[in-house]
């Protein structure tokens, strides 16, 4: 069962973490109020085709994130999916509100966040930066808000396997997404476009794109805050 489970999901693992801005939900679109907690899970991930059925790839996160002040909330998660195949992954960051919605204008905030991975085999240990830009619209009447944004994913490694040279630097990922806003849950959905500037061809999954660059993913998300 281990060596099945293996080999049928490890390469769509391993193919899932080259795509790395699509392993979750945006954490924090919007900054949570000072002083609140706010823990949840996370599922979701590129579409790919298994056979000729669409998918998303199964992968899960928890995430816990705290309001350290009214524009600032920090955040951090542990990668389940991962860690049941031997890569220890988190993602550690920080979303600054830097506008506040006016009318039509959006709210906008950044998140600056660093991706860490270290596999339980060799002990690799992997670093990569990522600078997430959001704007919201937050309904008139209530918390419910839509958003959009970028997420970008930075290769700092110059060299892949076998020694080639690596030419990527910046993996990108356009979002699209809705949160409804409870006193105590949140519930989230978010479809991305993963890595559009980049060929989906000759890679180890079929992904579901609108051309031959990137794949489409869908994310979805339960927050609970105390």
Not at 15 to 26: D, I, M, R, V
Not at 138 to 148: A, V
Not at 196 to 206: A, G, L, M, P, R
């Amino acid at each position: 069962l281990v060596y099945s489970m293996n080999s049928h999901f490890l390469p769509l693992l391993t193919a899932s973490l080259l795509a790395a801005p699509s392993c979750n939900t945006t954490r924090v679109v919007k900054p949570i109020e000072k002083g609140t907690l706010q823990v949840g899970a996370n599922l979701g991930g590129p579409l790919i085709t298994m056979g000729s059925l669409p998918i998303f790839m199964p992968l899960s996160s928890v995430h816990a994130a705290y309001g350290l002040k009214e524009k600032t909330t920090a955040f951090a998660s542990l990668h389940t999916t991962a860690l049941l195949f031997g890569v220890y992954q988190t993602d550690l960051g920080i979303t600054q509100q830097v506008l506040q919605q006016k009318g039509m204008i959006p709210g906008i905030s950044v998140s600056p966040i660093a991706n860490m991975m270290i596999d339980q085999w060799k002990g690799i240990f992997s670093l990569y930066p990522q600078l997430d830009i959001n704007a919201y619209w937050n309904y008139k009447s209530k918390p419910h808000f839509f958003y959009t944004g970028l997420n970008n994913w930075i290769e700092l490694r110059r060299t892949r396997a076998h020694n080639q040279p690596q030419d990527l630097v910046v993996m990108p990922a356009w979002h699209l997404g809705h949160q409804w806003s409870g006193n105590k849950y949140n519930i989230q959905l978010e479809m991305k476009y993963i890595g559009f500037t980049q060929s989906n061809k000759d890679i180890v999954v079929d992904y579901i794109s609108p051309g031959n660059n990137g794949t489409l993913g869908l994310f979805f998300s339960i927050n609970r805050k105390f």
